[in-house]
């Protein structure tokens, strides 16, 4: 499944408040963001975006989420560099839930995977369908 390239060009402002005022954030302010590869429709993690995060991200193109353990924005790749580069933003029917549309570069798992979704359950056994990639 592939996406057509679309530019990532900054949103104005207006359109930016205009899209946050449409979507449904939880209680605690945060959305669910979905990241999936552009190109190739792998799904590489699910993460928390705020208000602010989604602005960050719509002005620069970096993805930036919203981290509930330190409680602050998490710029994706700031210490490991392994950035996501938005390339398109979509959200579903409820708008309580976005898709981003991103160029990954490096692992976007901590795990230093690929993607955080390498575990299955096979014949009722759960099994990694990933290493960690080396020399990251």
Known sequence: MTHPEVAFQPWEDRFV????????????????????????????MLAWMSADSLRETLKSGHVCYWSRSRGALWRKGETSGHVQTLVDLRWDCDGDTLLLLVDQRGPACHTNRRSCFYNALREGEKVILSSPEEGE
Not at 17 to 44: C, N, T, Y
């Open 17 to 44: 408040e205009a899209l946050l005022q449409d979507l449904a954030f939880d209680q605690r302010g945060l959305i669910p963001a979905i990241a999936q590869q552009h190109d190739s429709g792998e799904v590489l």
